[in-house]
């Protein structure tokens, strides 16, 4: 799972969708929205090798570079390694996309050590692939988690102008840590986010600004890095990253069970013109009382400055939260009830990413529950947070794609089509999985 939560996992008794949340209209026919040109109807599964045991394959980013072709991040878990696949506009892998000793042909695996995860990817101006991730702690000889950076040329090889062989890793101690998000400055440098673990359970939100060679800037923030501090036992992460222009930076995450946005000058000083005047909103965003879990995994900037953000709320009544927020930090009243739309399923629903689309639609992927059962889920909403009732079943897409199926990160395409990467499990395996879905659906 691309589970970015350090708390306790969700409960699972939501209540059914109801008027007081998202709405999608009248009612009409289920129609399906996968794009029958890509995969078999619209799904490509990366199977496992014929003489790999136990196989454990997860996409949890994905990126697209000047000839269409979509570059997924991910986790191989056989050999421990930090996975990257290129697809063709087919859905098939890119044979001219090689490296590694596991994938072979359109696969590319980078070993750091031991247990590593790629959870973020970007395709540079030249054609080059950056992407970060997690290394986990546990290994004698590897006793801490930490940030990890990778940089690929256009044909997979590792590129030894970042950290003098293609990989840079960050310390960040025994308790764990690492990257879920990194955004590109317009000088080649990178932004990264997530968390940094301590020894009593508790966490801290975490940026660290790299230079284009790997080093850490010690221009931005404190000797490179913006912490995000809850106290105690408390947890914080940064999930989701973007650089606006100017290069503002924009961050969400979660701090002490509350969404977290914070927008950060350049040099990694909190901009006093967000927000309340520091830099920072917390939102409460569970519809029925103020519990203090909710959790922001996705933001997307509009092109009228105004920012959505998707969340998860963690309380028995469970579902999904979209917030959408005015340029200085202010929820925006126009949008769903007070700047909110909720959304429920029986028995769970859970959010992992979002993307919006050239009208103005918003996508929100993850999964939802069947026969206890993860299965994969897509809803669709108009730009004013109705659920949109031209996509699948009232706005909601769900489809088990093989056992367990879930949806983890999300791409709007050139064209305007969606692409939607997660894993499913087949027999032993759990394989990489690549949906497309069509953009008038």
């Known amino acids: ?22 709405s999608a209209g009248p009612a009409r026919a289920s129609t399906n929205p996968l794009d029958p040109s890509f995969g078999q109807g619209g799904v490509a599964i990366v199977p496992a090798p014929p003489t790999v045991y136990r196989w454990n394959g997860e996409i949890r980013g994905l990126a697209e570079d000047s000839q269409g072709r979509v570059v997924a991040a991910g986790i191989q878990v056989v050999g421990d390694e930090y996975a990257l696949l290129r697809f063709l506009g087919d859905g098939s892998l890119d044979s001219s996309f090689e490296g590694g000793n596991l994938g072979g042909e359109g696969l ?47 044909d997979g090889s590792l590129d030894s102008s970042l950290g003098g062989d293609g990989r840079v890793t960050t310390d960040l101690g025994a308790n764990g840590g690492g990257a879920f998000t990194m955004g590109l400055q317009p000088d080649g440098r990178v932004v990264a986010g997530g968390f940094k673990g301590f020894y009593n359970g508790g966490s801290e939100g975490l940026v660290i600004a790299y230079r284009p060679n790997g080093a850490i800037d010690n221009h931005f923030g404190r000797h490179g890095q913006v912490a995000f501090q809850p106290g105690g036992r408390a947890q914080a992460a940064v999930n989701d990253v973007a650089v606006l222009p100017g290069s503002k930076i924009l961050v969400a995450g979660y701090f002490r069970g509350r969404i977290l946005l914070v927008r950060l000058r350049a040099n990694g000083k909190l901009d006093q013109s967000f927000g309340g005047g520091d830099g920072r909103v917390l939102s409460d965003l569970d519809a029925s009382r103020h ?5 922001a995994l996705a933001l997307s900037v509009l092109p009228n400055s105004r920012i959505l953000v998707v969340g998860n709320v963690a309380t028995r009544a469970g579902g999904i939260a979209l917030a959408r927020y005015r340029a200085n930090g202010r929820l925006d009243q126009s949008f769903g009830s007070n700047g909110v739309v909720h959304t429920r399923l029986r028995p769970d629903l859970i959010a992992e990413d979002m993307v919006t689309q050239i009208d103005g639609r918003i996508v929100v992927v993850g999964y939802s529950y069947q026969d206890a059962e993860p299965i994969f889920t897509v809803l ?30 999300a791409l709007r395409l050139h064209d305007g089509r969606i692409a939607v990467g997660g894993s499913v499990n087949s027999g032993d395996h759990r394989q990489f999985l690549l949906t497309r879905f069509m953009a008038d659906s």
């Open 108 to 154: 590319v695996s980078t070993q750091f050590g031991f247990t590593a995860g790629a959870y973020d990817v970007a395709v540079q101006q030249d054609g080059g692939i950056i992407s970060t991730g997690s290394l986990s702690p546990g290994q004698p000889s590897r006793t801490f988690g930490g940030f990890l950076l990778a940089r690929y040329h256009e």
């Open 380 to 409: 669709r909403y108009l730009p004013d947070g109705r659920l949109d009732p031209s996509f699948g079943d009232g706005g909601i897409f769900r489809r088990q794609l093989g056992t367990q199926s879930v949806a983890y990160a």
């Open 1 to 22: 799972m691309r589970s970015r939560y350090l708390a306790t996992a969700f409960l699972t008794f939501s209540t059914a969708l109801s008027g007081a949340f998202a």
């Open 291 to 295: 519990c203090r879990c909710s959790y």
